[in-house]
């Protein structure tokens, strides 16, 4: 192999398409005769339908059909349990996925109860004005707390409560533990909702062909494969007979995972009983409403300390809201329940949570998928504790850090891919030291002095986390190298903007010798492929990526044989060069893959027994573990004491997510993460009011974070390869949100030394940080220390 | 969301009892009002047209209960309406007291707002109901006066 292609960045292979507007889109798909649907949408959070009255909506001009639960039939049956509850002994869990359309009763403000499809999207509007649904309001369920109390209306009267689940997980003997500590800090924590706000909404076109007999599903999903399957059993279709194709999605962040929505199950039965294309394209307003969402959580946690600030356990009990439904199982609170524990040494933790039914849109994962609020539980406890123990934020961490020796590393609890929290390797305390170079070991607290004395407060925040990537259970890959000498590599992912047609390519071209630009990726269509699950949980590059190596791994032995075939050589006289295969010595002797792959697909003579033809193999990857990312963030804010605005004037990662495949891409994934992420902490949050009705549905009072506010990130990547996939890769599409939070509290508080500040709550607004800042009292805390250097085995890496 | 507030009527407090059960004065006075009837014993119907900042707009069914009348001293009414863009329900509490110069209207409504009115019109709501209850008592004043100029209604015999 001459050619090294992981590990840089060459231009990204699908940038032409999607620079030139040449990419398609799932809102793109113009069918001959289509129609369009729109729905109505429940107003209230909580609400018995009495009736209703969609007389006025069909007799409208232009209207083709209006569809209500009854209309449904036998079709009309909750969603599929899209993960079920991890085997944890003693766990409780009660399902209640999402249907169709509302039948008697709504749960959130959004829920779809009638769909009308129209000529039009126009007419489609129009109609829903003349669909009259008479409601009993019935008190609604939004307080996590309250949601649990014996008089409390339950949501899911099938169940009786609205406790969706109760898991406890125990690694060691917390209470034990505490016996001998030094120090003991409990509080509590909130984390509230977000949107993951992606730049397409939600689009589904379906079109049954009754000639090919085929239906074919344009959908922005993460996850085709799974869509296919389960509307093929749901609509009595061979899996064969359903193609679902995710084309370019304007990004996914999770809730486009193989969710089944009402609005995607609806539009290709509505097209196969119509026997018209139907297409529905959510809008800005249905997607506030009735599009996923996440984070909102309550923690109450407890940790002991030695006297030299060794933590000797940790007890968390915690809340979380999984909204009207819970189709995705419990991933979220097991990735905040494990992701807590961090990069750290913890001998011993109990932590236990009730996820609690309530009358706000469903919860699946977003982006972080959890994971934030165990980092912001676990940062800010050691905030806490090294302000009473008298040290610094990161010098508490460094005492606590896993060594490099101690990997892999596991905790008896189980983690979402259902087997124990396994730490497949990392080195973390050099991440901390590299990350604080960066800032400036030596100065910034003279420059914090100095701001201080121009009446400016700057603060530095920095903490570490690490992220669970990569879990299987597989994906696959298939690879061809065509006649015209070029390449074709399919696999079953969807691609929301990660780069997949290019770091896919990437590795199949290093492995095959061709141009990266010669290799042509096709992910999301299940024609193309169709076995996989999809993309999530930071395992794209990981799972299919290794899929990828595999498939080129074993063309390229196929390119031997048949160079050795062909050239009339042994093959280990054989090699493969810069897109040919030639006899090692004697280079005249060559020919170029295209030519080649016509060899291995004879018209006359035979294949040789035993061999299939074609250059073309096809392999899966499906890791025991996944590989364990871990990073250190970095944030330097400047806060308004008087109006409480925050402006993030430096943010710095140190990253490691194994071996790079392509670094630029690798940097979008971050720089994106940490706008996320900021957006999380300051900027985003999804108020309801004690109705349940979201107040703030639009761009206009939801805020999102523009360039002005995201700094470009300043970067550091260390490269711990993962000892379970072929090329050593972790994930990383999570990265750069997960501790932006707990990273931003501990700066605002490093800002404002002089007062009692301290945060326990995410998202923050300028608003609610003046109401902190004009609560808190002054502080009685030592100026802080300078930041320090590494401890002796850090500085030995 | 809570409306409340007072407003003093230049007139005696049984002309303005009178003024606020009529339905005739109601769907002069309240604004975007398309009709409004007398459906039974203090139970009206009609159709509002109203929009909110950002929300165009649109016809709102309106159904409003008066309730514990207690002549000419207070009433509660019940508001229920709806439409495309959401619903507002809730109940209001109007007292009247008579006061130097006329009649002091105290009134206090707790209402909620949802659909796609509360989730767009959030920040406005506030201020749209509170120009819609100025408009509201501006006419009915007007109305007052008109009343009191043409001789008075039978209010006048309890002053």
């Known amino acids: ?797 | 969301m809570i409306v409340d507030g007072e407003h003093t009527f230049p007139g005696p407090r049984q002309t303005v009892w009178d003024l606020l059960q009529d339905p005739e004065v109601l769907a002069k006075a309240m604004p975007g009002a398309r009709k409004l009837t007398l459906t039974g014993d203090g139970t009206y119907a009609g159709v509002i047209r109203i929009g909110v900042g950002p929300v165009t707009a649109a016809e709102w069914t309106l159904n409003v209960a008066l309730r514990d009348r207690v002549p000419p001293e207070s009433y509660t009414m019940q508001v229920d309406s709806k439409g495309a863009l959401g619903f507002t329900r809730g109940n209001a509490t109007v007292n009247l007291d008579e006061v130097e110069g006329g009649t002091r209207m105290r009134y206090h409504a707790d209402l909620s707002v949802g659909g796609k009115v509360a989730g767009v019109g959030q920040r406005l709501l506030d201020q749209v109901a509170k120009m819609l209850t100025k408009q509201g008592l501006d006419a009915l004043n007007k109305e007052l006066e008109s009343r009191l100029r043409d001789g008075g209604g039978p209010g006048d015999q309890a002053r």
């Open chain 1, 1 to 797: 192999m001459s050619r090294t292609y992981v590990g840089t960045s060459p231009v990204r292979n699908e940038d032409r398409r999607l620079l030139t507007g040449q990419a398609l889109f799932v809102d793109d798909v113009q069918l001959p005769g289509m129609l369009h649907a729109a729905f109505v949408r429940s107003d209230h959070a909580h609400a018995l339908i009495r009736g209703i009255d969609a007389s006025a909506a069909l007799a409208r001009e232009g209207v083709v059909a209006v569809i209500t639960a009854e209309d449904l039939g036998d079709y009309w049956q909750p969603g599929p349990l899209l993960v079920p509850p991890p085997p944890i002994d003693g766990i409780v869990f009660n399902q209640a996925s999402q249907v169709p359309l509302a039948k008697d009763r709504v749960r959130h403000v959004g829920e779809p109860v009638v769909m009308v499809i129209a000529e039009s999207r126009y007419l489609a509007e129009d109609a829903l004005t003349d669909v009259f649904v008479d409601y009993e309001p019935l008190d609604p369920v939004v307080d996590l707390e309250a949601a649990l109390a014996e008089d409390a209306p339950v949501i899911h009267p099938q169940l009786g409560t609205n406790l969706a689940a109760h898991v406890v997980q125990r690694h060691g003997d917390y209470e034990a533990a505490k016996t001998d500590a030094h120090l003991v800090i409990n509080r509590r924590f909130h984390y509230d909702r977000g949107a993951a706000a992606a730049m397409e909404n939600r689009c589904v076109a379906a079109r049954w062909d009754p000639r090919a007999e085929e239906l074919t599903i344009w959908d922005t999903t993460q996850a085709p494969i799974p869509i296919r399957n389960g509307l093929a059993r749901m609509l009595g279709l061979l899996e064969s007979r359903v193609r679902v194709v995710a084309p370019f999605v304007g990004g996914g962040f999770g809730p486009k995972i193989m969710m089944f929505y009402p609005e995607e199950v609806l539009v290709p039965w509505a097209a196969l009983r119509l026997g018209r294309p139907v297409k529905w394209t959510e809008d800005r307003q249905e997607n506030f409403f009735a599009t996923t969402q996440e984070r909102s959580q309550i923690h109450d946690a407890e940790i002991a300390f030695s006297a030299d600030g060794k933590i000797l356990g940790i007890r968390d009990f915690f809340f979380h809201d999984t909204g009207a439904y819970d189709p995705y199982g419990l991933t979220i609170p097991i990735n905040s329940q494990c992701t807590l524990l961090g990069p750290y040494d913890v001998p011993a933790y109990h932590s236990e949570f009730r996820a609690v039914f309530t009358n706000r849109t469903t919860v699946t994962p977003v982006r972080g998928a959890g994971r934030q609020h165990g980092v912001f539980v676990m940062e800010r406890l050691l905030d806490i504790a090294a302000r009473e123990l008298g040290l610094d934020p990161s010098e508490i961490r460094r005492r606590n850090y896993l060594r490099k020796d101690e990997f892999p590393h596991t905790f008896q609890i189980l983690f979402q891919d259902f087997a124990p929290l396994y730490y497949d390797s990392g080195n973390y305390a050099p991440a901390l030291e590299a990350a604080l170079d960066i800032v400036g070991r030596d100065t910034f607290r003279a420059e914090q002095a100095r701001a201080r004395a121009e009446g400016r407060f700057i603060g530095l925040g920095v903490v570490s986390y690490v992220e669970g990537t990569g879990i299987g259970p597989y994906e696959g890959a298939r690879v061809t190298i065509e006649p015209s000498g070029q390449v074709r590599v399919a696999t079953g992912l969807g691609t929301q903007g990660q780069g997949h047609y290019t770091a896919f390519a990437q590795i199949v071209a290093e492995v095959l010798d061709v141009d990266v630009d010669r290799v042509h990726v096709v992910t999301g269509d299940t024609r193309e492929f169709g076995w996989g699950t999809g993309t999530f949980a930071s395992r794209g590059a990981v799972v299919a990526g290794s899929a990828c190596h595999e498939a080129a791994v074993a063309v390229r032995k196929k390119v031997i044989e048949t160079g050795a075939r062909v050239l009339g050589v042994p093959a280990d006289e054989v090699e493969l060069e810069d897109g040919a295969v030639r006899v090692r010595g004697d280079h005249a002797r060559s020919m170029g893959l295209g030519q080649l792959a016509g060899h291995a697909n004879p018209l006359r003579g035979a294949v040789v027994p035993g061999t299939e033809p074609g250059l073309e193999a096809t392999a899966y990857f499906g890791p025991d573990h996944g590989s364990t990312a871990s990073g250190v963030h970095a944030m330097v804010v400047e806060v308004d004491a008087e109006t409480a605005m925050v402006k993030i004037l430096r943010y710095i990662v140190v990253h490691d997510c194994g071996k790079l495949i392509n670094p630029v891409i690798v940097a979008g994934q971050v720089q994106g993460g940490v706008a996320h992420g900021i957006g999380n902490a300051f900027y985003e949050q999804l108020v309801y009011d004690e109705g349940g009705q979201l107040q703030n549905a639009s761009f206009m009072d939801y805020l999102l974070p523009t360039a002005l506010d995201v700094p470009s990130v300043e970067m550091a990547h260390r490269e711990t390869t993962a000892p379970l996939n072929p090329l050593g890769l972790k994930g990383v599409g999570e990265a750069g949100c997960i501790p932006t939070g707990a990273a931003f509290a501990q700066a605002v508080e490093d800002a404002l030394p002089h007062l009692a500040l301290e945060i326990r709550e995410i998202p923050l607004s300028p608003n609610r940080l003046f109401e902190l800042l004009r609560d808190a009292g002054p502080a009685d805390r030592a100026p802080a220390a300078e930041l320090g250097g590494p401890t002796a085995a850090a500085a030995a890496d």
